[in-house]
């Protein structure tokens, strides 16, 4: 059983430009956290999602940052407009259901130059 | 709200002495605590997790952690430290209330991270 994959694992984008990371999760596991760890910082919850549904934003950006999760494939985070303060790591977990643990891929890392 | 400190950004111990990472917490319910390991350029992997089953818990690797509800600490120790123990350390709090229809041990808040350095 494969765990979280993430993809890619290291991105440089151009300020302007479009930034998609992609996260699949383990298999068996329809819920979906996004967290974004910026330099010499923790990580900071931004999005929970279930199979074609956000269940909680309440960390994402309010602009340029969206999320999906669709029924088939593996789960978007999609940044708009890249600034070189979105230059961060970028961790998906994944869990079975909602009250098990998580486990969490390798992350990606945006650069933005 | 939840809120987690980890009370050093850098520890440095001796390879063979005890390692002592401190947190203390904060939450407005019974909150489920857990210890993230996070090496160079990889994943995080889950050490041990507390979700109010017995105070003293063990992890992997040697690792354990005491929650003191009394203190609201969750301090993470290992009796002998390796020099593979050098890594990133965090601290995290999830609360077990309800919200958007349930508990959810994937919504986490970290704390700021201590470093752990090992010398031989």
């Known amino acids: 059983n494969a765990g979280v994959m993430q993809n890619p694992r290291h991105l440089v984008r151009r300020r302007g430009q479009e930034a998609r990371l992609r996260c699949s999760p383990m298999?068996?596991?329809?819920?979906v956290y996004w967290y974004r760890q910026l330099p010499e910082e923790g990580l900071k919850f931004m999005v929970y999602?279930?199979?074609?549904?956000?269940?909680?934003e309440s960390g994402m950006p309010k602009e340029r940052f969206s999320a999906e999760f669709p029924k088939e494939g593996p789960s978007i985070l999609r940044i708009q407009q890249v600034v070189r303060g979105d230059s961060a790591a970028y961790f998906c977990a994944s869990s079975r259901q909602r009250n098990t643990e998580a486990f969490f891929g390798q992350g990606t890392r945006l650069t933005v130059v | 709200a939840q809120s987690v400190t980890q009370l050093d950004s850098h520890v440095s111990v001796s390879e063979g002495t005890p390692v002592l990472l401190r947190c203390n917490y904060s939450?407005?319910?019974?909150?489920?605590l857990f210890w993230y390991v996070q090496h160079p350029n990889k994943g995080l992997q889950l050490l041990l997790k507390y979700t109010s089953a017995a105070t003293l818990v063990k992890g992997i690797n040697g690792f354990e952690a005491e929650f003191k509800k009394s203190e609201t600490s969750f301090h993470l120790t290992k009796p002998s430290a390796h020099m593979s123990d050098a890594a990133e350390y965090f601290c995290?709090?999830?609360?077990?209330?309800?919200?958007?229809?349930?508990?959810?041990?994937?919504?986490?808040?970290f704390g700021q991270g201590t470093i752990l350095t090992v010398h031989p």
């Open positions: 939450s407005s319910y019974s909150p489920s």
């Open positions: 999602l279930q199979k074609e549904n956000i269940i909680d």
């Open positions: 298999k068996g596991h329809s819920h």
């Open positions: 995290v709090v999830s609360d077990t209330r309800d919200f958007a229809g349930g508990t959810s041990y994937g919504k986490l808040t």
